[in-house]
């Protein structure tokens, strides 16, 4: 880039350039020839066009064979999970971590995940460290059944240090009208059924990261008998992803709507998809959670109310299903290699002024 004549001096040394100001043209365009492997790998028989357009292309007259599609979008990122992902120098699974954020909103209407866009923001572009991270998105695409159809990579020095990033997504999904799940499916006498979470999945970082280091004073790379593995690993556990899961039940077992478990706790996320009249009682009994959710407790000495309406406690996807689909849903579940069970049932809401409660003690 060269700079115009102004009618003064020139400083001293040569002119102003987009590289002198710390952004690395080059770079970036080394970091989307290392990714396009990787987005390749997403591709569904709907997407137009590669990687390298200004916009993504999908072929919406796949939505035809739908009498009344609905299209579902959402947007998300993955919190101060990245720091955890920067001091280990590990960026290949905060995709999986994205991805599971954005699409498993989608599919608590009953929507499949169609594809997805990201927004990668860095200090500085590392070629390498862009691609692993573009590898973590594409990976779990694939495990979503969804394309990645395209992203921006934003390098802004000054503003970030060489070494920090965040990451975003958005995603869109379709839906037939009469296939919609919500809150006006959902009848008295209905199970609940909970679908084990990998871990902390991407939410309730910032009380995690206070805990494990400012109060107890851990690193990452301590062994953790608990865990089996170190604290840094546990911590970057990638989030699960549920999509294609939900979407298989649905085709088995009658399904009322489901609830993605993830900031503000189980009984939070739950009570946005219960109807006015209605409660979900959830027993805690049914499940033991995590060694990580119990370690972050003791260790923070943080009461238990605290901790579950910011964590998720073991569950991160919930389904509401009648009774009469209970067995076949888990039986689907259980193929699926989804560790699931009845956690709790839809009563009456009577005296209870919230949407969902827990009730009773975690097994040990």
């Not at 970030?160 to 009848?187: K, M, P, S």
């Not at 059924?193 to 805990?211: E, F, P, Q, T």
């Not at 865990?227 to 294609?244: D, N």
Request: charged residues 25%; hydrophobic residues 40%; contains cysteine.
């Amino acid at each position: 880039m060269s700079a115009e004549s102004s009618g003064r001096a020139p400083h001293a040394g040569t002119g102003a350039s987009y590289a002198a100001a710390g952004v690395d043209i080059e770079a970036g365009d080394r970091a989307v020839e290392l990714m396009k492997e990787w987005v390749k790998k997403t591709k569904r028989p709907e997407v137009l066009g590669g990687l390298g357009g200004f916009a993504g292309l999908f072929d919406a007259s796949a939505l035809k064979r739908y009498e009344r599609p609905l299209l579902a979008s959402a947007t998300d990122g993955v919190g101060t999970k990245v720091d955890l992902a920067r001091k280990m120098g590990v960026y290949d699974t905060i995709g999986h971590d994205l991805v599971g954020m954005v699409v498993d909103d989608l599919v608590v209407c009953g929507a499949e995940p169609l594809f997805m866009t990201d927004y990668i923001c860095v200090g500085k572009v590392h070629p390498e460290r862009v691609a692993a991270i573009v590898k973590g998105i594409a990976e779990g695409c694939v495990l979503a059944g969804c394309a990645l159809v395209g992203g921006e990579t934003a390098e802004h020095p000054g503003l970030l240090g060489e070494d920090d990033f965040d990451v975003a997504g958005a995603g869109t999904g379709v839906v037939e009208y009469d296939r919609l799940l919500g809150a006006d499916r959902i009848r008295k006498g209905d199970a609940v059924i909970a679908m084990a979470s990998s871990g902390l999945h991407s939410n309730g970082y910032s009380l995690v990261r206070h805990v494990v280091f400012d109060r107890a004073g851990w690193a990452l790379d301590r062994e953790v008998e608990e865990f089996g593995r170190t604290l840094g690993e546990e911590l970057l556990e990638p989030t699960k992803i549920y999509s294609l899961d939900c979407l298989a039940l649905t085709r088995t077992a009658e399904v009322h709507a489901f609830s993605h478990i993830t900031g503000g706790g189980l009984a939070n996320n739950l009570a946005r998809v219960i109807p006015d009249s209605l409660h979900a009682a959830v027993d805690r009994s049914t499940w033991t959670p995590g060694a990580v959710f119990d370690l972050v407790g003791k260790a923070g000495q943080v009461e238990r109310l605290e901790l579950e309406k910011t964590l998720n406690m073991g569950v991160g996807m919930m389904a509401v299903v009648p009774e009469a689909s209970v067995d076949v849903a888990l039986e689907t579940l259980a193929d699926r290699g989804v560790d699931a069970w009845v956690a709790g049932e839809i009563t009456e809401r009577g005296d209870h002024t919230s949407g969902a409660t827990l009730t009773g003690d975690y097994a040990k």
